[in-house]
T-cell receptor, first 115, second 112 residues
């Protein structure tokens, strides 16, 4: 099955700095890569996603890049703000057939943005 | 539009007890799944379903049972609770895709 590795496990930045979180996946058939943000005591919520036919996607201060050949994808947050502090999870899904509806998550990154 | 609704929010069980975590969605999503979240381990898939009457095992299915008799509901049954099942459980649903998964608010389960 799919295996997703996420690094770093914790990330501390100053307000206004950029933050980068990286993930690798093992199943070359995976074709959907979402990123979720989870605030303390809350449910995970999608912040951005990318499909395998796209190399990069941007939404305001958040961007995601995908390298299918190397099987890794990254989340970039620019001009970080204290409200960006949360746990971020990458995930992979796809491969067709019975793989749909099955998300494999990374271990999570605790991002702390210091004012 | 309620989205994905889980009940209860909190539960304490004694070892050996059984219980059912409820999950309902009102978005007519085909796919539903259950995850457990433990510190440092992300979310791990327990069981999932691609439609009414169809279920399959995920990464950590032992000790759990599911059924999907309707599109809306996907209950998770703990057959005989064990302390190792202490966790936060999330139900999620998504439409045929792959596409965004919507999560319920979670159930914090403690087995003593």
């Amino acid at each position: 099955g799919e295996n997703v590795e996420q690094h770093p496990s914790t990330l501390s930045v100053q307000e206004g700095d950029s933050a980068v979180i990286k993930c690798t996946y093992s199943d070359s058939a995976s074709n959907y890569f979402p990123w979720y943000k989870q605030e303390l005591g809350k449910r995970p919520q999608l912040i951005i996603d990318i499909r395998s036919n796209v190399g990069e996607k941007k939404d305001q201060r958040i961007a995601v890049t995908l390298n299918k050949t190397a099987k890794h994808f990254s989340l970039h947050i620019t001009e970080t703000q204290p409200e960006d502090s949360a746990v971020y999870f990458c995930a992979a899904e796809g491969g067709g057939g019975t793989s749909y509806g099955k998300l494999t998550f990374g271990q999570g990154t605790i991002l702390t943005v210091h004012p | 539009n309620a989205g994905v609704t889980q009940t209860p929010k909190f539960q304490v069980l004694k070892t050996g007890q059984s219980m059912t975590l409820q999950c309902a969605q009102d978005m007519n999503h085909e796919y539903m799944s259950w995850y457990r979240q433990d510190p440092g381990m992300g979310l791990r898939l327990i069981h999932y379903s691609v439609g009414a009457g169809i279920t399959d095992q995920g990464e950590v299915p032992n000790g759990y049972n599911v059924s999907r008799s309707t599109t809306e509901d996907f209950p998770l049954r703990l057959l005989s609770a064990a302390p190792s099942q202490t966790s936060v459980y999330f139900c999620a649903s998504s439409s045929r895709g792959p596409t965004e998964a919507f999560f319920g608010q979670g159930t914090r389960l403690t087995v003593v």
